[in-house]
């Protein structure tokens, strides 16, 4: 007996999602930033369980499938970026253990020495010391000799204890590290496993999508909605400037940056966000294919996974968010009311509200929301429009 595709499509939909209620019971580390993805992630999956699968259109279930795995994708890649943070510390901890055990050593030995030394010479008591002396001025020299050394000692012995703490400490700092980073491993590992059968789903569901020419004109109608969602960002920022501007020239004040040129100046000036292909154009373009008109409000560029997406200009990050038609999009304000925007990237770098300096990574290139593959559309915003990305690029 033959199940149609979208039963099936159910089932295995199903089995993915207990595998993630598994995943969640199994987590152990915790950390703010991960263990609010992780929130973001369970509520996410509660929102989609809460609406009939019946009811949802494909397009409707590919752009679920595809927010779930930028989510996803999103705390795997903070996951490697925490482990990448505890190796580190883990490498202090040894070279620190290494030289407090060196130190150790030498102390150690130049106690043992003032033991053996005093053992050897034999030793007459303080008070002996002071009544032996033939004068009063040598006694005084010597009960201040008497103190020097009996601090020394004193000293001396604090600081092997103290070095010995310290190493322990460093020890158990290490112990945890480890413990923790198994741990991400564990995680990372259920998540990627995850992630492969969830994309083998939505390149199924894409396919479906590209056979169906009606529904695919849907699709891309989308984008129509994604670029109103966008316009209406822009606007909302632009309200809300003022502070940020203030942030802005404080940043570029302590960068040394006040007397750079103003973004207005750079027309046809900026790096491009990514060296490739434009595969399509700013404006409006006819799809050969379904004979639909579209509105190109950037431009784009084609790129391989993995790409490293960087800044055209310093700026403040003010959104990080999945956009859909777009997918994981990062915006940043430039000033005087030009801002950048860049989407269907991966990997994001940058978090809201903070700097970034020009060429600084701010993502990496992917397929977050995209219906055509790996690519970067790419924006540019002058005073709430849209404007050419190409004629504010340098000629290439």
Do not use: C
């Not at 700092?173 to 059968?197: A, N």
């Amino acid at each position: 007996m033959k199940f149609p595709l979208t039963f099936s499509l159910f089932i295995l939909l199903s089995v993915i999602s207990g595998q993630t209620e598994k995943i969640e019971k199994d987590i152990q580390f915790h950390n703010s930033e991960l263990d609010h993805l992780r929130k973001e992630i369970a509520d996410y999956e509660r929102k989609i369980k809460n609406t009939s699968d019946r009811e949802k259109s494909e397009i409707e279930r590919l752009n679920e499938i595809d927010e779930e795995i930028s989510l996803v994708r999103n705390l795997i890649y903070r996951l490697r970026r925490e482990e990448k943070i505890k190796e580190k510390s883990i490498t202090h901890a040894e070279v620190t253990i290494e030289k407090k055990e060196s130190e150790h050593t030498s102390l150690v030995n130049r106690y043992a020495k003032r033991v053996a030394h005093t053992y050897k010479k034999g030793r007459l008591s303080d008070l002996e010391k002071l009544l032996d002396a033939k004068s009063w001025r040598q006694a005084v020299y010597r009960a201040k000799y008497i103190k020097i050394i009996s601090e020394h000692d004193r000293s001396l012995a604090d600081e092997i204890r103290r070095n010995l703490v310290e190493i322990e400490t460093k020890r158990i700092v290490m112990e945890r590290e480890l413990i923790d980073i198994r741990k991400i491993d564990k995680e990372k590992l259920s998540r990627k496993k995850w992630l492969e059968q969830r994309r083998g789903v939505r390149n199924k569901e894409l396919g479906n999508l590209k056979r169906d020419r009606q529904k695919m004109s849907v699709a891309l109608n989308q984008r129509k909605k994604a670029a109103q969602q966008m316009e209406s960002i822009i606007s909302r920022l632009d309200r809300e400037r003022v502070a940020r501007i203030a942030e802005l020239e404080r940043r570029r004040k302590e960068m040394e940056l006040l007397g750079s040129v103003p973004f207005k100046e750079l027309k046809g000036k900026l790096p491009w966000p990514i060296e490739g292909k434009v595969i399509s154009r700013f404006g409006t373009y006819q799809n050969p294919n379904l004979k639909t008109v579209t509105e190109n409000t950037g431009i784009d560029i084609h790129g391989s996974e993995g790409t490293e997406v960087r800044s055209i200009y310093d700026g403040i990050v003010t959104t990080v968010t999945y956009i859909r038609g777009y997918g994981n999009t990062v915006i940043l304000d430039h000033g005087d009311g030009f801002y950048s925007v860049y989407t269907h990237v991966t990997d994001v770098e940058v978090e809201e509200n903070s700097y970034v300096n020009a060429r600084d990574i701010i993502a990496h290139v992917g397929d977050s929301g995209s219906l055509e593959g790996t690519k970067l559309h790419f924006e540019i915003w002058g005073n709430k429009d849209t404007l050419n990305p190409e004629l504010w690029l340098k000629k290439r």
